[in-house]
């Protein structure tokens, strides 16, 4: 019987080639693994697809790397819910399949939480690309799916070229849910700002800069993160966005910038399977397992 399963997924698992990333993913998941058994819990470290894994073997589940799921999603569904029934997440259930969804946006921002204004295709039917970008007076939006990550099917699209980017708009939309935002200047100009929190408490941050050129900010793209000391203005703001949704979360991830009119405001909250960077803070790894022991105290 394991105390905590550690999720990643089979990249990660048991990689037999080690590139720098993924010697990054094994340390950040070492120093968790390291931090829980120091506290005197069984440990293991699992991709959430293992065919044969006895998930009622694990009292937690703690999702960390399974960062494939959205490629796999209708698998991933169905793999929440019957495994939901056989161990404990962390966060839990509830909160994993509200955040799956970027729509979860708007669920914040009608409590008042500041988000780009943002077109959700689904409200919308078939209204084109360039009549979203003129009806609401747009010089260039970001396109991007409601489920994904790591900026797939991403794009920055300029408004004199929306009608160029209409058949490729219209066959995403299909599809699946897209958002259409308004591009916010400062994720080229001072980049994106990224808050943890431990147990409601802000931990540590770091600011993810887009390469020259680029206007997406993960590493997939070039991007590169460096450590970041938060404004007490941005970490009240990150509470803030905590204390919308419908239960404290165990850990979360805000990201952060300022927008076109100078306001905090939030770009993703992250409750599945945040990079959290502990090898940048590796006390902070510490933090982790206290709240994950905390927790599971509770229930």
């Keep these: 019987m394991y105390d905590v399963v550690l999720l990643t997924e089979s990249r990660y698992e048991a990689p037999s080639v080690l590139t720098p ?3 990054d993913v094994l340390a950040e998941d070492g120093l968790v693994s ?3 058994e120091k506290r005197g819990l069984k440990v293991a470290r699992v991709d959430w697809n293992h065919s044969y894994f006895d998930w009622s073997t694990a009292s937690y589940a703690l999702f960390r790397t399974t960062w494939d799921y959205f490629q796999k999603i209708q698998l991933f569904q169905r793999w929440l819910q019957k495994t939901s029934t056989l161990t404990s997440f962390i966060n839990p259930y509830h909160q994993i399949q509200w955040n799956l969804d970027k729509t979860y946006l708007r669920d914040l921002g009608k ?3 500041n988000i780009p204004p943002t077109i959700f295709t689904d409200i919308t039917g078939q209204q084109s690309l360039s009549d979203i970008i003129n009806d609401n007076g747009w010089d260039k939006v970001v396109v991007k799916p409601a489920i994904s990550a790591s900026g797939r099917d991403t794009y ?3 408004g004199k070229d929306a009608k160029n980017f209409e058949k490729n708009f219209r066959q995403l939309a299909d599809n699946e849910t897209m958002l259409v935002q308004p591009f916010q200047n400062e994720v080229i100009t001072q980049g994106e700002k990224a808050l943890m929190f431990i147990d409601g408490r802000f931990s540590h941050a770091t600011l993810k800069v887009a390469k020259k050129g680029e206007f997406r900010v993960q590493s997939d793209f070039g991007g590169s993160v460096a450590l970041y000391e938060a404004s007490e203005n941005e970490i009240d703001f990150g509470r803030q966005v905590l204390e919308a ?3 404290v979360p165990v850990y979360a991830r805000v990201d952060i910038i300022n927008d076109n009119q100078g306001r ?3 770009v993703e909250l992250e409750l599945i399977e945040p990079e959290m960077w502990f090898r940048l803070y590796p006390t902070t790894a510490d933090r982790l397992a206290d709240a994950v022991t905390k927790h599971m105290s509770r229930n």
Excluded: R, S
């Design 21 to 23: 990333y993924i010697k």
């Design 111 to 113: 409590k008042g939480i």
């Design 245 to 247: 949704c419908d239960e």
């Design 264 to 266: 905090l405001c939030l």
């Design 156 to 158: 920055l699209v300029e």
């Design 34 to 36: 390291n931090a829980l």
